[in-house]
Structure formats: structure tokens, C-alpha cells
Nanobody, 114 residues
Framework: QVRLVESGGGLVQPGESLRLSCAAS????????VDWYRRAPGKDLDLVAT????????NYAVFVKGRFTVTRDNAKNTVYLQMTSLEPEDTAVYYC???????WGQGTLVTVSS
């Protein structure tokens, strides 16, 4: 049974950084394309970024381009979302998703506030 568990969220000040993790179990995560989504309070779900099976990151949303990076550690079966220069507008619940498996994690809350 596939399971995705996000972690690493928290409260940070504007300009700070966070690294979110998406740990997979029940599958080999490198066999799948993984998306990061986010839902800000009162807003729709937005695609943030993607990492392909071959480990290439892309599909960065305009609002995060240049600040966020998706990487993967095959040995840890984990995908990461490195977020820098965080802004209050980045406040959201962040989810990792494997669309081909309809698999979602429970989400991790990121709050950016002074």
C-alpha cells in the first residue's frame, strides 16, 4: 500500500527557508513522477513543482520560480521541496502527490509571518 508522508513545515519569518520532505513507503518513489501542490487559506489548489522519474525537476509555478527547488534522494525514497526567500503569500498546506497512483500525503502546513 502506497503511503506518502510530508514533513518539515512550520512557522518561519519572511525571507527564511524551509525544506519539506515527502517520504514514500510501499513504492519506489523514483519510479514515479511526483508533484508538489499547495492550498493557501481560502484559495484553490496550486501546482508548485514536479520531479520526473528521471529526476528532472520542472513545472515550477510562476510564483515560486527561482526560489523553490525539487530534489529526490533515492536511497531515502524521499522527495524534497527546498523553499527559500519565503513570503507571507507562501503560507499554505503543501502536499506531495503521485497522480498516477492517486496518492496524496496528509499535507504539511507552512506559515510565513513576522
Amino acid at each position: 500500500q502506497v503511503r506518502l508522508v510530508e514533513s518539515g513545515g512550520g512557522l518561519v519569518q519572511p525571507g527564511e527557508s524551509l525544506r519539506l520532505s515527502c517520504a514514500a513507503s510501499g513504492i519506489t518513489i523514483s519510479n514515479y513522477m511526483v508533484d508538489w501542490y499547495r492550498r493557501a487559506p481560502g484559495k484553490d489548489l496550486d501546482l508548485v513543482a514536479t520531479i520526473t522519474k528521471s529526476g528532472v525537476s520542472g513545472n515550477y509555478a510562476v510564483f515560486v520560480k527561482g526560489r523553490f527547488t525539487v530534489t529526490r534522494d533515492n536511497a531515502k525514497n524521499t522527495v524534497y521541496l527546498q523553499m527559500t526567500s519565503l513570503e507571507p503569500e507562501d503560507t499554505a498546506v503543501y502536499y506531495c502527490v503521485i497522480g498516477t497512483l492517486s496518492a496524496w500525503g496528509q499535507g504539511t502546513l507552512v506559515t510565513v509571518s513576522s
